[in-house]
């Protein structure tokens, strides 16, 4: 039986639950586990708790009377996101190596001026900083020196002149770029300008590749090429599949209805409601095609009617206010269909009650700015602040209700632009044969 098949829920509680440290009940787990230094008994505890914006992990930590081998790690336990993620941080003053990261075994950290990599599943999952990704990778290279020396002093000195520029960057004497890339979309590098943007912090989602997907143990969708039920029966029909609560993993029900929005298009609404911990959660897919030019939405903000106006934000659409100097990129959130101030609500949450500026790791400047921050939206929700709400969606698939349709909104505008290069890019675009594909497919053959 494995380690984790060994613990029990506390007192009938969940398996993981959330790192304070005021639960009493709170304590980890030990298990007497094998040392390989000296193939005698250790000990390993294991806390199973939760982290906001990182799910459920597992940190253990092992220790050996014998020998004094001790070693840590971090283990996500959560499930792998809907698409991977890419950190890009140039890195050009001394406090940008304190900020903190989250890594896991999948992602491969990369600092492209040292030509350095990090490969996937070479190093266990780790919360830790820059600096301290980089002492690792040094303590890594260093392990082995000695025995390099006596076989291969050339290979062994060019590895030690290496291991001399590693350690000069952390004095910053010069910028370099960070970049971490896991496919799983669990890793997470701190913004410690939140909420406003970071200029030096660069968040990209995209869609995984097949070999990437067979790298994590997912298996392709096989698609139907007779579908049973026609478009017409998946308007009229709910439809429901079993999935897993993304709070407490207890089994649980999703719907699914195709909808179609007036003067919009359709879309696809999923809904899923766990009866074991009550946590709700709705998600919103675009039933067509992208559009063939992005959209871009503006409403002026003067009234608190203007907040039960319905609000279609999907994946691939970013979020702005001006007024607060905010920006929520594409992938944020997810898909979502709900009102102005229900995103509101969301996108407060989501900067309140960021891990990072909650926990040992807050310094009293950062939490005062996060609170100002939740003050002004919830003046923008009582119509105490006026301010401009932007919907930026390359995709054309994002839709804001206009109150006065099929009549001109006054305090509403919408733009239709030409995506640039790079959203393309984003979308997937650029590399999509869409015209003469079956000629070419004939000719390979």
């Given at each position: ?11 009938g ?11 009493e ?23 199973l708790?939760k982290?906001?914006?990182?799910k459920?992990?597992i ?17 996500s336990?959560?499930?792998i ?51 301290g990704?980089?002492?690792r ?9 000695p ?5 291969d ?25 960070f ?19 970071d200029?030096a912090?660069?968040v ?50 999703t719907?699914m ?42 409403l002026?903000?003067?009234?608190p ?43 407060r ?5 960021n ?13 005062e ?5 939740g ?67 004939t000719s390979?053959?």
């Amino acid at each position: 039986m494995s380690a984790i098949g060994q613990l029990e829920p506390v007192r009938g509680g969940p398996l993981f639950r959330p790192l304070s440290a005021e639960d009493e009940e709170q304590q980890p787990d030990e298990i007497e586990s094998l040392c390989m230094s000296c193939y005698r008994n250790g000990v390993t505890r294991l806390l199973l708790t939760k982290i906001p914006f990182f799910k459920e992990i597992i940190v253990s930590s092992f220790t050996c009377g014998s020998c004094a081998c001790s070693n840590t790690e971090i283990q996500s336990v959560g499930r792998i996101q809907e698409q991977g993620v890419c950190y890009t941080l140039v890195v050009t003053a001394r406090q940008d190596m304190n900020r903190e990261v989250v890594k896991t075994d999948c992602a491969t950290a990369r600092i492209p001026e040292l030509d350095f990599e990090i490969p996937a599943f070479s190093q266990k999952g780790a919360l830790t900083t820059i600096e301290g990704i980089i002492d690792r990778a040094v303590a890594g290279l260093e392990q082995d020196q000695p025995v390099r020396r006596a076989a291969d002093k050339d290979v062994a000195g060019k590895i030690e002149e290496f291991i001399g520029k590693l350690k000069q960057l952390k004095e910053v004497d010069s910028s370099f770029t960070f970049i971490i890339d896991d496919p799983s979309g669990n890793s997470f590098v701190e913004n410690p300008c939140a909420p406003q943007k970071d200029d030096a912090l660069v968040v990209t989602h995209y869609r995984r590749t097949a070999q990437q997907d067979a790298m994590l143990g997912l298996e392709a969708e096989e698609t139907d090429e007779n579908p049973a039920d026609s478009v017409e029966d998946l308007r009229n029909e709910v439809l429901q599949f079993n999935t897993n609560c993304p709070e407490c993993n207890a089994p649980a029900n999703t719907n699914m209805k195709l909808v179609q929005i007036p003067h919009f298009k359709e879309v696809i609404i999923m809904a899923t409601n766990c009866e074991a911990c009550g946590h709700r959660t709705n998600e919103v897919k675009s039933g067509g095609a992208i559009e063939p030019l992005g959209t871009r939405i503006t409403l002026r903000v003067t009234d608190p009617s203007d907040m039960t106006r319905d609000v279609l934000k999907s994946e691939t659409c970013s979020v702005e206010i001006p007024e607060l100097e905010f920006e929520l990129g594409m992938g944020a959130l997810g898909g979502k269909f709900t009102t102005l101030e229900g995103l509101l609500k969301d996108i407060r949450d989501l900067i309140v009650k960021n891990p990072f500026t909650l926990g040992d790791s807050s310094t009293p400047s950062r939490v005062e700015k996060l609170q100002e921050f939740g003050r002004k939206v919830y003046q923008i929700m009582e119509g105490h602040m006026e301010a401009h709400f932007i919907l930026d969606d390359p995709a054309g698939n994002s839709y804001l209700q206009n109150v006065y349709a099929p009549e001109e909104d006054p305090e509403l505008k919408v733009e239709h632009y030409e995506r640039t290069f790079a959203q393309n890019e984003d979308l997937g675009l650029n590399d999509m044969r869409t015209e003469g594909y079956e000629t070419g497919l004939t000719s390979e053959r």
